[in-house]
């Protein structure tokens, strides 16, 4: 069985252990299309380098980079009929251009195709999106879900194939593990993501400004709202104890983890998205680190009993779960405990692998 994964998303080297998870099967042959690189309101995210244990990753060209719904890959054509697979696994939402190109192209070469979806807001769009759309609906021959909600918006919008729930990426549990646990001051609090409004930045730096005693914040991503939070900490008289990073590669994360004696995600809703998973929880909980999350989307899903969870914009609500992880270190060994072993039994590479090789072989029997 020969497959054919499309996806920006692989550009980041830690997602692609799912791909050598799926390597390993004897009877499957996998070959990753991939952009040189992706351009999106965080920055530029670059090809990370990495081995490829038992696939082959291919670098083709995109144009309109950074269109998330226009973009395309102008060689795809010829790679598929040069390739010939039997399935292809279109790592995209439905309704995008890249979508509808790779779902169309796979069908003149014969083969089955799956596609990949977070969204979960039901949206109806405009032409051409829309025929986008309806097309890989009929053409599909299975739908990943990336959450409960993406699967109800599926159904909503008239899919009528099967669809597997499945996260994206999983984690590696022996790149992302625990470590010694850092000093116990000064209580070290992170965040690792967009700097955008929808990720709640500005509400984590309100509620570490009514915190008592020593402590530190650290913000690792980029975005159009830097320059307001960092003016908000400049105003709270907390410059010198929040710590702005760059954005960090997907190899570095680990390392800021294990700095943190908690990661927080204070996502909150919008009428145009609400958080899809929080890959940056599992990450955290694979290396022993407390989380806590806004009732946002997913997150509590993705959470369950292995974290804290607050309503969304809520500063008084999440300042008092900090203010508690602050005191009881036995409660943030507890979550550290709670949260691997959930990883370990939900999110590993090797358990999204399984599922999404169940996929594979429902398509090619």
């Not at 993406?150 to 022996?174: C, S, W």
């Not at 995600?265 to 890959?279: A, D, I, T, V, Y």
């Not at 929880?281 to 946002?296: K, N, R």
């Not at 009993?305 to 036995?330: E, K, N, T, W, Y």
Request: net charge positive; hydrophobic share 40%; glycine share 8%.
């Amino acid at each position: 069985m020969r497959v054919v994964i499309v996806s920006k998303a692989l550009l980041v080297a830690a997602y692609r252990g799912k791909l050598a998870a799926l390597a390993r099967e004897a009877d499957l042959e996998l070959i990753a299309l991939v952009p040189p690189s992706w351009r999106d309101r965080r920055g530029l995210t670059r090809l990370e380098p990495g081995a490829t244990p038992g696939y082959r990753l291919i670098v083709t060209p995109i144009l309109l980079n950074g269109h998330y719904h226009l973009y395309f890959y102008p060689r795809l054509g010829r790679l598929l009929r040069d390739l010939r697979p039997d399935i292809v696994h279109v790592d995209e939402e439905p309704y995008n251009l890249a979508a509808w190109q790779a779902t169309l192209l796979a069908d003149r070469v014969g083969a089955r195709t799956c596609f990949f979806t977070w969204q979960n807001l039901l949206r109806r769009y405009p032409p051409p999106f829309r025929w986008f759309e309806r097309a890989c609906y009929q053409w599909a021959g299975h739908a990943i879900a990336g959450n409960q909600d993406a699967a109800r918006v599926l159904r909503a919008k008239g899919y009528q194939g099967p669809i597997t729930i499945i996260p994206q990426f999983g984690v590696d549990p022996e790149l992302f593990s625990p470590r010694e646990p850092p000093p116990e001051t000064p209580f070290t609090v992170g965040y690792a993501g967009g700097l955008i409004p929808e990720k709640g930045v500005d509400l984590l730096i309100e509620a570490m400004a009514r915190l008592p005693g020593e402590w530190r914040l650290l913000l690792a991503g980029e975005g159009k709202e830097q320059a307001l939070l960092q003016r908000m900490a400049q105003d709270q008289g907390m410059a010198d104890r929040v710590q702005f990073l760059r954005r960090l590669s997907s190899t570095q994360m680990p390392d800021f983890y294990r700095r943190l004696h908690v990661l927080v995600l204070p996502s909150r809703e919008r009428p145009n998205w609400k958080e899809q998973f929080g890959r940056v929880l599992v990450e955290a909980m694979a290396c022993g680190v407390p989380v806590v999350g806004s009732d946002c989307g997913e997150i509590p899903h993705v959470i369950r009993d292995a974290g804290l969870i607050f309503p969304q914009d809520d500063v008084d609500a999440l300042r008092a779960h900090l203010s508690r992880l602050q005191r009881d270190a036995d409660l943030r060994r507890d979550l550290a405990r709670r949260g691997r072993e959930r990883v370990l039994e939900r999110f590993t590479h090797e358990r999204v692998a399984a599922m999404t090789l169940a996929v594979y072989r429902s398509l090619c029997p």
